[in-house]
């Protein structure tokens, strides 16, 4: 069975478990939703590391009773220029997924340091959000920076524009494809799952309480222009 078939049957049993689930509780309902907006539908990596992570130094950090994992690769001693790069994947993704990013940095001479995301990869957890990843980013920037550039994609990218936001950090951001504004994906995903007029409000509520936050503070481009921006690519 192909993986686009799959991903249809998952879809169509949470419509069908949610729309039961609020015939007894909108809340219930909505709840549900947001456990499922929050978790990587991919799982663990199951595929060998590619060949770039043989020669990394493995990097754990303690987070909030989690363990993330990352790595770091060092440019040689005569080409090191002392600077740094952080590289942030999106979600459900890991840092597999950008080995072809360190070999050119290293030839520039920078040091380049990955971490699986909370709940994603080899780190802990089995969900996470958008200000719990900020937060680890955060975590990293304190214990392993300064970076010179920031790597962000997809939720990578929101998570260390918030990141820099709380540090007041300016160094150079690099986007690609970023999850520009919470609001379309939370469209999206209501869409997906045929949440009703109750239960999606329900479920905007939820992410608002949790987060203290309205759902236009999770936006790339809010305040956006106060940090460097190196480039947004789209993908």
């Known amino acids: 069975m192909n993986k686009k078939i799959k991903t249809k049957i998952k879809a169509s049993y949470y419509i069908v478990l949610i729309k039961v689930m609020t015939l007894f509780s909108t809340r219930a309902a909505a709840l549900k939703a947001y456990q499922l907006f929050s978790t990587p539908y991919s799982g663990k990596p199951k595929r060998i590391s590619p060949a770039e992570f043989a020669f990394a130094t493995p990097l754990s950090l303690s987070f909030k009773g989690k363990v993330l994992r990352g790595w770091q690769w060092q440019p040689e001693p005569e080409k090191n220029n002392g600077k740094k790069v952080l590289i942030a994947h999106g979600f459900d993704s890991c840092s597999y997924r950008f080995a072809h990013f360190i070999q050119p940095f290293l030839q520039q001479g920078f040091t380049v340091i990955a971490f699986d995301a909370p709940a994603h990869g080899l780190s802990d957890g089995k969900t996470t959000h958008v200000l719990e990843y900020r937060n680890a980013i955060v975590a990293i920037f304190r214990k392993y920076g300064p970076f010179e550039v920031n790597i962000g994609h997809s939720l990578g990218g929101m998570a260390i524009k918030l990141a820099a936001e709380k540090l007041q950090d300016t160094s150079k951001v690099i986007l690609i494809a970023p999850a520009t504004e919470t609001s ?4 999206a995903f209501s869409k997906l799952l045929r949440l009703n007029t109750h239960t999606k409000p329900a479920f905007i ?24 921006c190196a480039g947004i690519m789209d993908t």
Request: glycine residues 4%.
């Open 184 to 187: 379309a994906a939370i469209q």
């Open 205 to 228: 509520e939820h992410i608002k309480t949790l987060s203290n936050h309205s759902i236009q503070y999770f936006s790339v481009s809010r305040g956006y222009c106060a940090y460097p």
